[in-house]
Structure formats: structure tokens, C-alpha cells
């Protein structure tokens, strides 16, 4: 079964929206503005920056999708709308209390697919290879032709709190210690070298796109390959991802010209 399928294999009946408290910093939200871009105002061209940190989508499927997602099967009760520069990111409580966290790229984020292709295959190679604490990844589509009707990663919500929330509390030798652990994690990422430059993706993604595979050195479970950059400067013009990853026009990688 193709990767972007699977997340219809437990796929419910739609539940109402209208019974989803949907809230953004604190206050309550309509469900258009959760397409909108409500974290603040633009400068310079306002108007033009608004439609491009405007995405619509099917909410009642994605609540849908999520209410199976994780380790309950439970309907989706509140929605939190935390904006990002290229991406929406949703707080989705259950009935049950369970939380996880779904997210929408923005079509300024980068390449089509590739964004969320690269993203789904970084965070599950680094669970699996690192001991860098990272969110598992419950579902995903790198496509939009979804009932969805967007590109979207659903996963479990990192424990814990913000570093701000605390920092001010913390005693010199627990920040020097925090500042020591981080940079532990850093040295586990430093250590790995590939073999090209470009994206890090699951081989089941990747199928369509230019890509090497790692050795066994670098993924014992042979379930991951480097493919095309998703990076912004290789898919967005005028503020539009444009380059797909069909897209032959830019040649994106993966290069080895670098090692």
C-alpha cells in the first residue's frame, strides 16, 4: 500500500466541527480563521502577505484521521492553532485527554512533497538512530489529493515545556548543565555523514524521485535513502512553492560534488 494511503485504513465517519472548541492564544477562533493567518500583522503588503499564509483544508477529515491516530481511538474535543512562519500547527486534544499535534505546511514552506516527504523521513531516521528525543510521526500525506486536501503530518506531542518558561527560575549550574545536554545531541547529529547532500526520506517515499540509498553503516534497517533538497530556494517564487517534485526545470539533488 502506497505510503500516503495508510492513513485511511482506520478512517471514520466525519465528526461535526461545530462541536470542536478552537481556540489561538488564549481566545476562541471561527473555523475560517484557522485557515487565516491570526498571530499578527505584516508591515509591508499586508494584503499579499495574509494570502500567503492562508491555507484551507478539510478539517472534519483531519479530525477524522486524528481522532485514530496515536495509542486511542478517541473524537477530537479541542484544537489549538499555534502559527508558524510556514506551517500551521494544530494542538488536538482528545475526549480521552490524549494530545498530538498536526501540521499543515504552508505553500511557501518549500517544494511540494518534498517538505513533508523530508520531514516525515528526518524525524523518524534521527528516532531511530539517535537518542535525540523527537516526536513519533502517527500519519502523514505528501500529497494533497487527500480528503484532507492538504499535505499534512500528524504526531504525538513532545512532553514538557518551553525552555522560557523556565529559564528564569534555573540556577546557573542547572543552565550549564542544560547547555551541556543539548550540545550532546548536537554531537550525535555532528557524527553522522552521509554520502550526498540533499533530503533525508523513508525509500517508501521516495519511490518517484531521484534518491541514493545509504549502507548498511548508516541505516541497518535499509529504510531510508537521500533525495532532492526541500529546501525554500530550490520550490519558492514570489512567495509560491512552485517546484514539485516532478519538476526537472532545477536540479536539486542529490549532489555529491560536496564529499
Known amino acids: 500500500m502506497p505510503p500516503f494511503l495508510r492513513m485511511f485504513r482506520k478512517f471514520r465517519r466525519s465528526q461535526p466541527v461545530a462541536h470542536i472548541s478552537i481556540m489561538c492564544r488564549g481566545k476562541p477562533i471561527s473555523r475560517e480563521e484557522l485557515f487565516e493567518y491570526t498571530n499578527g500583522r505584516f508591515l509591508m503588503n499586508e494584503e499579499h502577505q495574509f494570502a500567503r499564509h492562508y491555507r484551507k483544508f478539510n478539517l472534519d477529515a483531519l479530525c477524522n484521521i486524528a481522532a485514530s491516530a496515536g495509542g486511542s481511538t478517541s473524537r477530537i474535543a479541542a484544537i489549538e492553532k499555534l502559527e508558524g512562519g510556514f506551517s500551521k500547527a494544530l494542538l488536538m486534544t482528545k475526549e480521552d485527554g490524549s494530545e498530538l499535534v498536526a501540521r499543515i505546511p504552508l505553500r511557501i514552506a518549500g517544494p511540494a512533497f518534498l517538505t513533508t516527504a523530508s520531514e516525515v523521513g528526518t524525524l523518524e531516521y534521527i528516532r531511530r538512530y539517535t537518542g535525540i528525543p523527537v516526536p513519533r510521526v502517527f500519519s502523514?500525506?505528501?500529497?494533497?489529493?487527500?480528503?484532507?486536501?492538504a499535505e499534512y503530518i500528524i504526531m504525538e506531542k513532545a512532553?514538557?515545556?518551553?525552555?522560557y518558561e523556565r529559564w528564569g527560575e534555573m540556577k546557573k549550574i542547572e543552565k550549564l548543565e542544560l547547555i551541556k545536554h543539548l550540545t550532546q545531541l548536537e554531537a550525535q547529529l555532528s557524527a553522522i555523514s552521509f554520502p550526498a547532500y540533499g533530503g533525508l526520506y523513508l525509500r517508501a517515499d521516495a519511490d518517484c524521485l531521484r534518491h541514493h540509498d545509504l549502507d548498511g553503516s548508516l541505516d541497518e534497517q535499509q529504510a531510508f535513502c537521500i533525495g532532492p533538497s526541500p529546501d525554500r530556494s530550490f520550490g519558492v517564487d514570489d512567495g509560491v512553492a512552485g517546484l514539485s517534485s516532478g519538476d526537472e526545470s532545477i536540479d536539486n539533488g542529490p549532489c555529491w560534488y560536496f564529499n
Do not use: F, I, K, R
Not at 140 to 149: A, L, M, Q
Not at 159 to 163: D, R, T
Open 159 to 163: 512532553p514538557g515545556v518551553q525552555l
Open 140 to 149: 502523514w500525506s505528501t500529497v494533497e489529493s487527500n480528503p484532507v486536501g
